[in-house]
T-cell receptor
Framework: EAQVTQNPRYLITVTGKKLTVTCSQNMNHEYMSWYRQDPGLGLRQIYYSMNVEVTDKGDVPEGYKVSRKEKRNFPLILESPSPNQTSLYFC??????????????FGAGTRLSVL | QKEVEQNSGPLSVPEGAIASLNCTYSDRGSQSFFWYRQYSGKSPELIMSIYSNGDKEDGRFTAQLNKASQYVSLLIRDSQPSDSATYLCAVRNYGQNFVFGPGTRLSVLP
């Protein structure tokens, strides 16, 4: 089954404790993105990647890191989480740049609470 | 800051009516436009994509794009209770930079 898989689905942590949220897709998609969703603000793009070893900042990159060492994986790293990073996070992937290919498919989401 | 705006709603329509959802965007260079549906606690799922001015129809859904007015809309005909969800408008500006609106919550009343 074609899918984007995020883990964990739920995470409660404390301020300053490094964490990684994993994202994997099995569709051989070139492009992958991370978003956070907060009430009233919609989805905001954190980082995106257009290929292996190619990443770029979205609209809210502060406090986050990403890496793209393999095509299928795009982990989101919070080196020192803070309470304002409490949010619902989504990973998404799309096949490519062309119109027919840039439709994004989303993972199930990771709900993160930073105490 | 590139922005995408939507009325937050809730928009309430009776079953069988037409629901009209609107979206405006600030960047004239925007290239691609999408409507996603998101049920509570679930991930967004694509309903429609539109790239050129005019209308695009898919079943009960019609997307309309007017680049001169920087306006995108989604019409849902014969609305069903199962259409009750939050509808997200998204715009692709460059590369893979996507900007989403805050969403409009639609409630279809039986």
């Amino acid at each position: 089954e074609a899918q984007v898989t995020q883990n964990p689905r739920y995470l409660i942590t404390v301020t300053g404790k490094k964490l990684t949220v994993t994202c994997s897709q099995n569709m051989n998609h070139e492009y992958m993105s991370w978003y956070r969703q907060d009430p009233g603000l919609g989805l905001r793009q954190i980082y995106y990647s257009m290929n292996v070893e190619v990443t770029d900042k979205g609209d809210v990159p502060e406090g986050y890191k990403v890496s793209r060492k393999e095509k299928r994986n795009f982990p989101l790293i919070l080196e020192s989480p803070s309470p304002n990073q409490t949010s619902l996070y989504f990973c998404a992937s799309s096949l490519g740049r062309d119109r027919a290919k840039n439709i994004q498919y989303f993972g199930a989401g990771t709900r993160l609470s930073v105490l | 800051q590139k922005e995408v705006e939507q009325n937050s709603g809730p928009l309430s329509v009776p079953e069988g009516a037409i629901a009209s959802l609107n979206c405006t965007y600030s960047d004239r260079g925007s290239q691609s436009f999408f409507w996603y549906r998101q049920y509570s606690g679930k991930s967004p799922e694509l309903i429609m994509s539109i790239y050129s001015n005019g209308d695009k129809e898919d079943g009960r859904f019609t997307a309309q794009l007017n680049k001169a007015s920087q306006y995108v809309s989604l019409l849902i005909r014969d609305s069903q209770p199962s259409d009750s969800a939050t509808y997200l408008c998204a715009v692709r500006n460059y590369g893979q930079n996507f900007v989403f609106g805050p969403g409009t919550r639609l409630s279809v009343l039986p």
